[in-house]
């Protein structure tokens, strides 16, 4: 028992800094993420350990103002989220709207799982630091409150959305310069 309360704690106090480094990062938007591959090399280290990630079709090829680490980060988190809260696929769905000229070209990613879903009760709560349900199981309650910062620092936002079956949470992110149309 006090092995395990050693391992939460160490898990705990490394998702702190994870949290801290989050929350002080700088944008940086001449950095490039290219999704497509992002989720392509995420997928294939999922699938090792038997967990179905799958891109939708059709796959949109595009770049976001990130570096490639972090926005690996961003969904490796929600990835072992579903993993961790009982889902064994996860579908990653990646869409560009027309921009408006009042705001900023954007690419919208969203991961949906096909877990049990998070209660209307806990929805509120999802980004709070600290907040989990999966304690037991190891769960610390900052992987959420880490991509969130992730996501804010580099003018992003998430949000949790309505869902039929399981989890879905859409991501936000300002496209890479180069890829914004005249």
């Known amino acids: 028992h006090l092995d395990q309360d050693a391992a939460r704690l160490d898990r ?3 998702r702190l ?3 801290a480094r989050a929350d002080v990062m700088p944008a940086t938007p001449t ?3 290219e999704v497509a ?4 090399r995420l997928a294939a280290r999922y699938q090792a350990a038997e967990f179905k990630v799958v891109m939708a079709e059709p796959a949109i090829s595009a770049s976001v103002a990130m570096p490639e680490d972090v926005l690996e980060s961003i969904l490796s988190n929600l990835l072992d989220n579903a993993r961790q809260h009982g889902g064994d696929a996860v579908i990653v769905t990646v869409a560009c709207p027309t921009p408006r000229p009042e705001s900023p070209a954007t690419l919208i990613i969203e991961v949906s799982d096909n877990g049990p879903g998070i209660s ?3 929805a509120a709560r999802v980004f709070e630091p ?3 349900t999966a304690r037991a199981q190891g769960g610390t309650g900052l992987g959420l409150a880490v991509v969130k910062s992730l996501v804010n620092a580099h003018r992003g936002a998430i949000e949790l959305v309505d869902s039929a079956a ?4 859409r991501i936000s992110l300002p496209l890479a310069t180069a890829d914004r149309s005249p």
Do not use: C, K, P
Not at 166 to 169: K, V
């Open 166 to 169: 399981g989890t879905r949470l």
């Open 120 to 122: 209307t009760a806990n």
């Open 17 to 19: 800094l994870d949290l």
């Open 37 to 40: 591959a992002v989720i392509a």
């Open 31 to 33: 950095a490039r993420a």
């Open 12 to 14: 705990l106090v490394r």
């Open 130 to 132: 600290f907040f989990t």
